[in-house]
């Protein structure tokens, strides 16, 4: 998480705009490990760790394995793992270093960089996320301003930080734009020439993805100066998304062309905290149509790509179905009879094709009609009082737009009166660089004699068959939330 300052005769620019080319990370790789943690306070952990400062130097992150018992090494490129023990450890800076029981072959330690990274620089975090089999490389960039931790996180975590002092709250940082995702906490991150910039730390677990940092490689000579022991409060893994409580079992599923991992189970409350757009979000939860349901009781598994930072959620314990068929592979989440959801992933010619990737998912299931008025039968028609378009980019490029979307079907009292709903459906399209994603949640029995119930059994809660409405209505909220929570990483 830390790098220890060089000090090297010139200082070398440092272009904005350069990613570590595909030759250095090869040649980077036999220094890159997997750190598996066994005898974990709540759970076994693997993360990312890398050779430092010598032949059995691993640096990594602390929460990855501080509370655990014994330790462990993965070589990729050779194929065995190495026996380790916690040689230092700097709570403040959240870094650590194992010793490893033998050195590593073949493998050079890397070269860390003196001069700090500059604003909307790119760099690469190289290691395992989401635990993939296969070391894998992600992309990001670095944000102007954030300097300290405590600066970048809400009151409330900065309030739990400050508790346990592990990381800091004054902690120096590398802030970013991008994914660190569970599993790339002590990763190396890379610059073009592939010297280590800063260790890959967290991100914030209150959501489906969060604020990313890394620790600067100047923390690594405080580190060997330490003489800390790690306490069990600092693995605690509330605080970092890409922390290690990842389980080698996680269900990975493909959904179009994006393959994603269940990264962890979480509370409604918990998303509220760092939701893209807070403000909507509360406003969905006060929708009339949820009257009486406390959002509270929520919860949530979060699926995460373990590239290019998209996440969406499902209801906890709804089983994600690939569906492979054509222009409509994606995937599909029966949360009951007349609630589902369906996502894909699809790739993007770059943000200008977002209303042509749009164009394409909606068209296979809610293409949407442009008529204001009369509201003719067998059509689909927005309700703009909870559809929120924002297709303009934001800063880091992310682009949204979430929709509530009404089916209309011939009335079926008399053909000549006004067409009635019959579904209703919403919506979250989300692309960001050359990757789109779409999430829609049903609701396949939204129609008069259907709100006729709700509302009855608003006025008489205790009537016969009101306990089996309120539940349908209690699984069609948070069916939708969830549709709401399909995001990129900022």
Not at 112 to 141: C, F, N, Q, W
Not at 246 to 269: D, L, M, W, Y
Not at 303 to 310: F, L
Not at 327 to 355: F, T
């Amino acid at each position: 998480m830390k790098l220890v300052s060089l000090a090297l005769g010139m200082v070398m620019a440092v272009a904005a705009a350069a990613q570590t080319p595909a030759r250095v990370l090869e040649s980077t790789r036999n220094a890159v490990f997997r750190v598996d943690s066994v005898g974990c306070i709540g759970g076994n952990r693997s993360a990312t760790g890398f050779l430092w400062n010598g032949s059995t130097l691993i640096v990594t992150s602390l929460h990855v394995v501080a509370g655990c018992q014994t330790f462990s090494v993965y070589s990729e490129t050779q194929g065995r793992s190495i026996q380790a023990d916690v040689s230092k450890s700097l709570g403040s800076a959240d870094l650590a270093l194992l010793k490893l029981h033998e050195s590593v072959r073949f493998a050079n330690p890397l070269t860390l960089r003196a001069v700090k990274p500059s604003a909307h620089e790119t760099l690469t975090a190289l290691g395992y996320p989401l635990l993939v089999p296969k070391m894998d490389s992600t992309d990001v960039i670095v944000k102007f301003g954030g300097g300290t931790l405590g600066e970048i996180v809400p009151e409330q975590t900065r309030k739990e930080l400050a508790q346990r002092n592990s990381p800091s709250v004054d902690l120096q940082i590398t802030d970013f734009q991008g994914s660190l995702l569970s599993g790339l906490s002590g990763a190396p991150i890379l610059d073009a020439r592939g010297e280590v910039v800063a260790i890959g730390d967290g991100g914030l677990e209150n959501g489906t993805v969060g604020r990313s940092w890394g620790v600067p490689v100047s923390y690594l000579a405080q580190l060997m100066a330490s003489n800390e022991r790690p306490t069990a409060l600092q693995g605690d893994p509330h605080l970092f998304a890409a922390e290690t409580e990842v389980h080698p079992g996680g269900e990975t599923v493909q959904c179009g062309s994006g393959s994603f991992t269940k990264a962890r189970t979480i509370g409604f409350n918990e998303i509220m905290h760092s939701t893209d757009d807070p403000a909507r979000l509360t406003q969905m939860v006060n929708l009339g149509f949820y009257s009486g349901i406390d959002a509270s009781r929520f919860s949530y598994d979060i699926y995460q790509s373990p590239t290019g930072g998209a996440a969406f959620a499902v209801p906890a314990g709804a089983r994600v179905q690939p569906v492979e068929s054509g222009d409509r592979a994606g995937c599909v989440v029966y949360v009951r009879p007349g609630i589902d959801m369906q996502i894909q992933m699809q790739p993007m010619r770059g943000p200008g094709d977002m209303n042509g990737a749009s164009y394409r998912y909606e068209n296979l299931s809610t293409p949407v009609s442009t008529y204001t008025g009369y509201v003719a039968p067998n059509t689909w028609l927005l309700n703009p009082a909870y559809t929120f378009r924002e297709l303009a980019p934001s800063l880091d490029g992310h682009m949204v737009n979430r929709k509530f979307i009404l089916h209309y079907v011939p009335n079926p009292q008399n053909a000549y009166m006004p067409a009635v709903t019959d579904q209703a459906a919403f919506e979250t399209i989300a692309g960001k660089g050359n990757t789109f994603i779409g999430t829609t949640a049903f609701n396949r029995a939204f129609n008069p004699q259907a709100d006729q119930w709700v509302n009855y059994c608003h006025q008489y809660p205790n009537a016969q068959n009101c306990a089996q409405v309120r539940e349908y209505q209690s699984l069609w909220a948070e069916t939708m939330l969830a549709a709401f929570l399909t995001t990129f990483s900022q």
